[in-house]
């Protein structure tokens, strides 16, 4: 496994919190290095382009990449930069886990679930897009592919079985959806037959959102297509507290790229208030990924103990904290 990260520090909080997480990264003394390039607004103003073909030679030659939130600006070109990064390195999982943590603005306690969105198809993509001559009709193309359903079906149960959870839920909307709903369904059915030890569960995406507020405890490992997942895994965030508390991870097969959920938050840039902890949990999914099973474990205790002990919390999260004081004190942890 690599040694070698790349790094995207992102747009307005981006270079902030990437700083804070790297600085706790060297803190536990791991061997890594890294290589700095470049995605979002930072792109087109030194080199003219949102993504520059060197950004993703890095990524490709690397295969691991960690990334701040970057900035798509209104207009033309890439409709997303996530979506472009996700379809250009066929990232086709995002995982994104929702666990609850001490000492958080959230209603909730025992929060621990994992949405596993398919990354590359769906109405999200946007494929097809268009608006007739007098601009009173819009159309859109939804393509859900067996290959899609089936690789994201089985990246969900192994996900389940690797970590020791017991129970998928597939969520679909195949009694309205019959063709796109429907076949994703069906694939992630013969999926499931494959895994005996996994119990297995299918719900309706708007019962989905009803039960995750009324009951979220039963669920453990989410399955869905692109646009549910977006929204099922938003859903998941405000049940331990929010964006600032969600990673994710885009996994393919050839190459992974760990993030922060939560967007770019121009209007707290530079101020030093911003909210580390998503980064750094991304960077958890990522020594996980690299099979730095101990170390991923050892960073998730540090920044628990830190949210436990309500040491220099930034103000997002109930403290009077920097983004900087937090990361020195979750670093001071890893160290111990």
Not at 108 to 115: E, S
Not at 221 to 237: E, P, R, Y
Not at 306 to 328: E, M, R, V
């Amino acid at each position: 496994m690599t040694s070698t990260i790349a790094i995207i520090r992102g747009d307005g909080i981006g270079p902030e919190i990437m700083d804070a997480t790297l600085h706790v990264l060297d803190a536990m003394q791991l061997g890594l290095t890294y290589e700095f390039v470049d995605a979002g607004l930072v792109a087109l103003e030194k080199h003219g382009d949102l993504l520059p073909a060197a950004t993703l030679d890095t990524i490709e030659r690397l295969g691991v990449a960690l990334k701040g939130p970057l900035t798509t600006p209104v207009g033309g070109g890439f409709a997303s930069i996530n979506v472009a990064l996700r379809r250009r390195f066929d990232l086709y999982a995002n995982v994104r886990p929702a666990i609850s943590f001490p000492n958080t603005r959230s209603r909730y306690q025992g929060i621990d679930i994992i949405t596993v969105r398919e990354n590359t198809e769906g109405a999200y993509i946007g494929e097809g897009q268009a608006i007739s001559a007098d601009g009173e009709t819009a159309t859109l193309t939804q393509k859900i592919t067996r290959k899609g359903s089936e690789r994201i079906a089985r990246y969900a149960f192994e996900l389940a079985r690797k970590s020791g959870r017991k129970k998928v839920t597939v969520v679909h909307k195949a009694n309205i959806l019959k063709t796109t709903s429907g076949l994703f369904l069906r694939v992630a059915r013969e999926v499931a037959a494959q895994y005996p030890d996994i119990e297995v569960n299918e719900m309706i995406v708007d019962n989905t959102a009803m039960q995750l507020v009324m009951r979220p405890e039963q669920f453990d490992v989410i399955v869905t297509t692109n646009l549910f997942g977006d929204i099922i895994s938003d859903l998941c965030a405000g049940l331990i507290g929010g964006l600032g508390l969600i990673p994710g991870a885009n996994i393919g097969e050839k190459a992974a790229i760990f993030e922060a959920v939560h967007g770019s938050a121009p209007d707290i840039a530079g101020k030093g208030v911003a909210n580390p902890v998503a980064l750094m949990l991304g960077a958890v999914q990522m020594l996980g990924h690299l099979e730095r099973e101990p170390e991923a474990a050892r960073l998730r205790t540090a920044i628990v103990a830190t949210l436990q002990a309500k040491d220099h919390l930034t103000p997002d999260l109930g403290g009077a904290g920097t983004t900087t004081s937090l990361a020195q004190a979750i670093a001071s942890r890893v160290q111990g």
